[in-house]
């Protein structure tokens, strides 16, 4: 598992984010076109997380999102910043597709936890540090078990589960269960939230 880990899985990583971004191409433009015209300007959302053993580093992912605000200058709520167009590019994972960059970089890999809010990692217990072990990936096997429908400590679960069991063969069954779930665009948010719901420790 280790040799797989850090030798196989990172040249693996780069050459198919390579080969995708490269297919994907056309549709990132148009997306990239689309949303810069939707949010003023502004078609990337980026913002710092922990990587590999809490490394921080600068992850893009699409602008869903405006930045509407309120009297005393605070961002509004998620629901009332989404756009139509944000609404569609999410549903279809669209918004993703920029994080081909980060795998391409090093920073990230197709398939691992998700890397969360930098935040967070003073709410992490012992177990759920251990997501950290391994490179945060595009998808991950909590996002093929649930996504965003399911609670934060059962995301952590999966993702500690996959830490200790990381292979070629898992790795190939989450990004075919990835693509099923995106048809189906099934675990996007959670129940009452259009995105997902801040973790605030487990008690």
């Known amino acids: 598992m280790m040799l797989y880990r850090n030798c196989f899985k990172p040249l693996i990583d780069f050459v198919a984010a390579l080969l995708a971004f490269i297919l994907l191409l056309p549709v990132f433009l148009v ?3 689309m949303l810069g015209i939707s949010n003023g300007g502004k078609p990337f959302f980026t913002q710092l997380r922990p990587g590999r053993h809490g490394r921080i580093f600068r992850l893009i992912k699409f602008k ?3 930045d509407k605000r309120d009297a005393n200058g605070n961002l509004l ?3 009332y910043r989404m756009t139509k167009l944000g609404i569609l590019v999410r549903k279809t994972s669209l918004d993703e597709i920029p994080q081909l960059l980060n795998v391409i970089k090093g920073d990230m890999s197709l398939v691992g936890p998700r890397p969360l809010l930098v935040d967070y990692l003073a709410l992490y217990n012992a177990e759920q540090q251990r ?6 990936g595009i998808t ?3 996002q093929v078990n649930g996504r965003n429908a399911i609670s934060w400590e059962r995301k952590f679960e999966y993702d500690v589960w ?5 292979n070629l063969q898992l790795d190939i069954k989450i990004l075919w269960m990835t693509v099923a ?3 189906r665009s099934e675990g996007i948010s959670q129940s009452g939230h ?3 719901e801040r973790f605030n420790g487990t008690a």
Do not use: C, L
């Open 194 to 196: 259009v995105t997902s």
């Open 140 to 142: 991950g096997w909590a």
């Open 64 to 66: 869903t999102m405006n």
């Open 77 to 79: 709520p998620d629901e």
């Open 31 to 33: 997306v990239t076109i």
């Open 162 to 166: 996959y830490v200790d069991h990381q």
């Open 181 to 183: 779930k995106v048809f």
């Open 131 to 136: 997501r950290h072990e391994v490179r945060p």
